[in-house]
């Protein structure tokens, strides 16, 4: 019997696993490849990447787990607050500058700088105060109350309706990053994700050197043939004293039995496969919702310096993405003289992903292309070498209106079986790794407890015998006789 059983080796699987590797574990992963949504591979000294692309700093559990592994993320060294909108792109930004630099009606203008007003003031005032670390309180507590922050309206009902066009499309381009319309996610969500976005809190401005992958290959590396490929899990049933995992591998049922197990897949295949979880934590997860990816990543070949080449992210607002990302900005910062090539991802999450989901990856390709090179100013179509569209149904995890209710169900896990993923929380990557490290505490917790009690079991059966009381020695009871 294993020690632990972990369901699923993306990000949170593989956090949950590292710290279980002194244990005998077993970790299940029904793709060809670990990493889940973290997937970048390497193109010389370029990378093309398909997911998370940026991570928490210094004191994070993402940190953390990068010092343990030995993999290096340095911060993000070109802007962050980059946008080309109505043929301008502004390189040098901040939210607060962008109706003043960029071309829009003085209405679409007023409109913006009211909104941003109203936006700023509920951050300053009210998120950044509430979302602030207290001594002595638990991650979870504090978790909890970033969900219950405003979250019985849409962020919609906060931000209105009858925005001019302009204004509307500044907001929705930021918000919809959460993979979830205006109307979808909760008013509190909302207003975090300009907290995250605007780094006023623990951002996430660290990348990766390497490319992303880079940190799941070492931890998959590490923990060597206890990882299994392509093993499609069926069932988790919770027995008494041990979890039976039943899957499919290579056209072959299977099972193992272990002692915990660690769910660490999307909500909906934990309330799947997860047969046996208590009613209302099934009920929970079912409750999650998502939003979806379409990614593109593109390798280029241009020669020269670049009007990007000091840019990390670029807004854009009114285009077939929201964002995009210049994954060659940590080689740019490293360079003396600027090298050829270089390597875009863009994406289109929430109801832009929608709109491509029914479209050929060529086709997303293409049209991802011609709106790149469009706010690039006509300079990057022509040097495009390589060309790659991932699309994820489930892609992240976005807060809703009530979603708070059920975060206390989803975090008491169920006897045996602990729950990790990015779903646990609002911090995407860095959920993803607190959650698979608490998990693993837990697991960990229960194992020493099964051998703590184990130890005494077998302490007492093989004690000796007290000896029989000798009567001729003329002592306690049988002297007085």
Known sequence: MKDVAVIGAGLAGLSAAWRMRHWDSVILESDARVGGRIHSER?????LNWGGHVYAGPGSSTDHLLNEVGVTAVEV???????????????????ASYPFRLPMS???????????????????LKYVPMVRIRPGESGASRQQRIYDFDNDRTFRDFIGYGLPEDAEALFTTTVVRATGAMDEIASGFGIGYFNLVLGLGQGLNRGIVGGPSTLTGSIAAALGDRIELGADVQEVVQKK????????????DKEVEARTAILATTSSVAKKVGVNLPADLRDALGQIKYGPHVVTAFLTNETGPQKWDNVYAIAAPKKSFAIATNQASIVRGTEKERQPGGSFMV???????????????????????????????????????????IKLVEGSPYCFPGRG??????????????LAGDYLGTLYTETSITSGFQAAQEAASLLQTDRDVALRSVSILSAPAAPEPDETKGSGAASIR
Request: no cysteine; net charge positive.
């Open 405 to 418: 209710k059920i975060q206390p169900t989803l975090l008491r896990g169920a006897d045996r079986v602990f």
């Open 43 to 47: 193109r010389g000294r370029y990378w």
């Open 106 to 124: 003085m209405k679409a203008r007023a409109a913006t700088v009211t909104m941003g007003m109203k936006i700023m003031s509920s951050l300053l």
């Open 241 to 252: 004293g041990s979890v039976l995992v039943r899957y499919r591998q290579g056209g072959v």
């Open 347 to 389: 994406f289109s999450p929430g109801p832009l992903g929608t709109a491509l989901l029914d479209k050929s990856e060529e086709e997303i390709g293409e049209t991802h292309l011609r709106d790149l090179d469009d706010i690039l100013g006509g300079k990057i179509a022509d040097h495009v070498v390589e060309t790659k569209t």
């Open 77 to 95: 060294p070109g802007s962050l607050g980059a946008i080309s909108m109505n043929g301008k792109f502004i390189s040098d930004s901040f939210f």
